[in-house]
């Protein structure tokens, strides 16, 4: 399969794994789950026909492990991004002492003031290195990182989760947990 075929493929599952199931008649399980005979199905049938064979090399290749197989390799979801109601069933997990935000720069001040929201997904997205964040960020533009005292957030009762790709989830960050990762 080529690249573009890959990312044509790797944008549907989003579509349809974390915004809109019910666009090609899908309901997610509990965990975020669809079976994959039925994803495979809704998918030729709405005129996007995908073969076993594609949707696995999608998951396998994606290098930010976005989707999943459950153990049985009957079922997949994406690992996390939902913006339609779904329960991710991942247990609470105590955070490293510092996770990363990568934005652009035309966000600072409005994260300075009011700090991170989830605005139309279930979490705030963080990443456990610098280098992630940066190249969160610079898909949005000029990157900035914040430093999140997630130690300090975990002590105040905060409680993160850690998606199957290793993105850390919690549902806000305040403001007073945040400072700008000092630039060269």
Not at 3 to 21: E, G, V, W
Not at 43 to 61: C, K, M, N, Q, W
Not at 126 to 133: F, Q
Request: proline share 8%; charged share 25%; aromatic share 8%.
């Amino acid at each position: 399969m080529n690249d573009a075929r890959r990312t044509r493929i790797s944008k549907y599952l989003a579509l349809h794994l974390r915004h809109q199931p019910e666009a090609i008649g899908l309901m997610l399980e509990p965990g975020g789950w669809v079976p994959i005979d039925q994803f495979l199905a809704a998918s030729a049938a709405h005129g996007f026909p995908i073969t076993l064979d594609d949707l696995s090399e999608v998951v396998e290749r994606c290098d930010k492990k976005r989707y999943a197989f459950d153990p049985t390799g009957t079922k997949i979801r994406a690992n996390q991004g939902h913006s339609t109601d779904v329960e991710l069933d991942l247990p609470p997990t105590p955070p490293p002492a510092e996770l990363y935000h990568g934005t652009a720069t035309r966000f600072a001040d409005s994260i300075r003031a009011e700090g991170l929201k989830k605005m139309a997904r279930h979490h705030v997205h963080l990443s456990a290195d610098v280098a992630t964040a940066v190249a969160v960020g610079t898909r949005h533009g000029r990157p900035l990182v914040f430093v999140i005292d997630a130690a300090s957030m975990s002590r105040d009762g905060c409680i993160f989760y850690r998606s199957a790709n290793g993105v850390w989830l919690v549902d806000a960050v305040p403001p007073q947990y945040l400072r700008d990762l000092p630039t060269g």
